[in-house]
């Protein structure tokens, strides 16, 4: 399996932005997928997190009523719309995936990726 994460970029505080990961591989659609960021000096952190079936979704208290996670299991891709964007939302964004549930850590695939970056 193999995941491109795209979408970061630098924006002001309040503002949004739209995280895309591209899904390749043998029965990825089956895969539960997650996003979790890692802002500098800091160690990785949990984010979000969706079943495969779209029907199961966890995020962190910290991104409540502001970040949303998707699924196109059409396009093998997942989203996370991010709004009400703050300063400490900035961080390296990870996407990730797994043929299993359980808990928020332990995961089997890992993107390269995409830096957000939030202007206060």
Excluded at 31 to 47: C, D, H, I, L, T
Excluded at 64 to 72: A, L, V
Excluded at 76 to 87: E, F, G, H, I
């Amino acid at each position: 399996v193999q995941l491109q994460a795209s979408g970061g970029g630098l924006v002001q505080a309040g503002g949004s932005l739209r995280l895309s990961c591209a899904a390749s591989g043998r029965a990825v659609s089956n895969y539960n997928m997650g996003w979790f960021r890692q802002a500098p000096g800091k160690e990785r952190e949990f984010v979000a997190r969706i079943s495969w079936s779209g029907g199961s979704i966890d995020l962190a208290d910290s991104v409540k009523g502001r970040f949303t996670i998707s699924r196109d299991g059409a396009e093998n891709t997942l989203y996370l719309q991010m709004n009400s964007l703050k300063a400490e939302d900035t961080a390296v964004y990870y996407c990730a995936a797994r043929g299993w549930g359980g808990t928020r850590n332990e995961w089997q695939y890992w993107g390269q990726g995409t830096l957000v970056t939030v202007s206060s």
